[in-house]
């Protein structure tokens, strides 16, 4: 008979959900990630909560390196890490000040230090100290020969005319050197305002290896990535409804008489 057929095709449905918060696994990997950034980002600030102690330097004695009220994150390091080129916060009540303090080390135990012409001079050797101001207040006062007594340390500030540092206590026994005991962190960066990391000075590399680093850039990724993730994945979500709302366009496929 010729009896006309109709075949109807139904509509095909895609395997994964497509419910107003994405397909499931859209939802896990979201879920995942929001929890690896908590992790991320939790973990960066406790590690920098042990590792580092924040400091406000009070005033100009380190300039241009640190400025007065500038807050400086210090690393907690043992006094026998310290080295040449390091920005290091102490306390020894010798100075007449029970306040943390903040200085440069420019000589170690064993080594001798003086200032002829206005240079700074280590073991015979003329130190290039980028990290002084350009307008004069980086000379120094000419001081003779110290030999620095061994597990003791000769600070200087970085704005030479109107630093108390050890120049300011040679008469004292002790020629104005700290013990390294008396040494509880060593500076890394300041954050407020935003100068970032200390640059290490070369010019010590001479007279033997300079500090590395410590892990702030490393807790700063932790923490930055933490971030990330967790906004990208929160954002999964809200993203995925929207997109599940907008109108499709098209037909779907046509009857075969």
Known sequence: MGGESTTRTAPRSGGASRGPAGSRTGQRLSGLAVALGLVLFLGGFAWGAVVYRPY?????????TIGAGDRVLAQRVDGGDVRRGDVVVFTDKTWVTNAPVVKRVVAVGGDTVASTGGKLTVNGKQIDEPYLADDGLADLQNFPTVTVPKGRLFLLGDERSGSLD?????????KGTVARSAVSARVDAVVWPMNGMLVRPTSFEQLGALSSPGP?????ALIVGGGVLVLGG?????IANRLSKRPRTGTGPADAR
């Not at 050890?166 to 002790?174: I, M």
């Not at 929160?234 to 809200?238: I, L």
């Open 216 to 220: 702030l850039r490393t807790m700063v």
């Open 234 to 238: 929160g954002a999964y979500g809200p």
């Open 56 to 64: 406000t330097v009070p005033t100009s004695s380190m300039a241009p």
């Open 166 to 174: 050890s120049t300011a206590h040679l008469t004292d026994a002790a």
